[in-house]
């Protein structure tokens, strides 16, 4: 049994949304299984002091040019959410419920969906969430009811520590055969390390993690 | 004539680095010429309140096996530089003198080379940037004493200052036809719109500009 190919992500990001519309083919080419694991974007951020790209005037518009660009290129539906950023919170913590594999994909495919398919009422309101689980079979009353317990709080908290702990430091991020890979644009290298052909496996990264810094930002300027 | 592509670069920046080894076939296949623009990455950092790849340690150590990976694939020679980060401002001083475009193309070969190409001296050093230059016939000494001049040292703090007003918020980015594309893996975006086939000539982008924020990062904590 291969090891299954994990999927850190938040709907917050259309990048995640898009990584998301490709990840079980890769993983069903390679016969891996994906693995999905909901975070918190903007708990990665903080962490590291950092920016998200939806706050930076020029580089938010960019975004969305370029999620527009590749999902063309993909022929996947993408359109604006309701609002942007808004608080995935809820909606990360329904999809991270105890739930078999097969459920688990189809809930996250529904929120995904509702936030970037198109049209979609977002993410964000309980009544909306449980409504929009509940058209697909799903129990959305129950579901929307346990996201809102302490438990589904702590798993969401969890595994946004285990995230960073594991280097994670934005969405999407695939972890395969030991190795992280952070976006959409990733995705060639991850197919290369699935077949055994990720170069850095060659390569001595002893010389790249031991540069040494010559200069910091304040003494460049 | 067709418009020229923009492209603009720090030396201390991989990407650009692999990005320059491409843009000029680009180009090229299109019927474009390059228009190598220096700019000061560590100015649009500041200006944009932003933290670049080096300084986010889990990054850090991503982005180099990240950039190993695409120079594997794109069969592009690349070592780690002496130090990193180090100040690249007389290195884009001498870049951006005033010369004709195939000499500058082959002064910032130059550079590039002795600082990703591999076990290259690095271009921090006066003396070690002119030798560089004089070894491949170029006016090392007079360039590395022209650009320490405060014309050269003007004209890389405009040319920054120009590119953040254009909207520039990283390295490389390439202006074509009128649109900024951002890194290496936008390149294939940019051949597009060099085709007149850019998906988002045809998309009404007024939704996406308008989308209204529904929570700032602290509330959603």
Redesign the interface.
Known sequence: MKAPLTFYFDFISPYAYLGWTQIHAIAARHGRTVLPIPI?F??L??A?????P???P??R??I???V???A??WKVPL???????????LALRVASLEMDPDAQKHVIDVLFRAVWGGDGPGV?DPTVVAELLSEEGLDGEGMVHAAQGETAKARVRKATEEALHA????VPSVLADG??F??C??F??VE?RLEGA???DA?D?G???A???????K???
């Open positions: 918190l903007a708990a951020l903080d590291h002091g950092h920016k998200g939806a706050e930076i020029p580089k518009v960019y969305f040019k370029d527009l660009r590749t063309h290129q359109g604006p959410p309701p609002a942007h950023p808004f608080n995935p919170l964000t280097g994670v430091f934005g190795e992280l952070w976006g644009d990733a060639p290298h290369r990720d170069p850095v390569i990264l010389r790249w993690a540069l040494p810094a010559q200069s910091k930002r003494a460049a300027q």
